[in-house]
């Protein structure tokens, strides 16, 4: 039994991510969605939330399983036994980072390898950053991720009432 994990920030989850590790759960018997819980990036939601709002955008598949880490990836991935890390490949940039970090977690720990999947057409475009961007100048973010995750989003940016 192969079991990978999906790691990231994941702030919050977007359509894409949901597209990613539903295409890993088909691949794989079981799959890890690993929430950093203290990435070094501004977040919108913390830790907590953005498990929840993960948990509940896979709902409907049966391996997979949301948790919160800290720490080196490639040590959590050891302590849940999962041998194959997965991460997505929207562009060029995506691919010099995801490259870098594929060796430096090589070196780390040459047990545990990486599996990269091409970003969705309809989802190429979607980023965490982008998407609260658009959203906090009012924009309209339907389509790019779940609705509870709309919901979430549009209420961090709620003007308040006077
Ligand atoms: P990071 O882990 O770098 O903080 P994210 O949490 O945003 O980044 O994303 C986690 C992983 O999902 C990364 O490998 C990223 O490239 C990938 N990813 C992000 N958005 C998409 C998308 N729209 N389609 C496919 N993969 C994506």
Known sequence: ????????????????????????????????VGVYATPSKNLLFDADARVDLFRRSVEHLPNVEVREFEGLVVVFAQEIGAKVIVRGLRSGSD????????????????????????????????????????ARLGGNITGMVPAHVAN???AKFAKPVR
Do not use: C, W
């Open 95 to 134: 691919f010099e980072y995801e490259f870098d970090m594929a060796f430096m977690n090589r070196r780390l720990e040459p047990e545990v390898d990486m599996v990269s999947f091409m970003a969705s057409q309809e989802y190429m475009f979607i980023s965490s950053s982008l998407l609260k961007e658009v």
């Open 1 to 32: 039994m192969v079991t990978a994990l999906y790691p990231g920030s994941f702030d919050p989850v977007t359509n894409g991510h949901v597209d990613v590790v539903t295409r890993a759960s088909a691949l794989f018997e079981q799959v890890i």
């Open 152 to 154: 979430a989003v549009s």
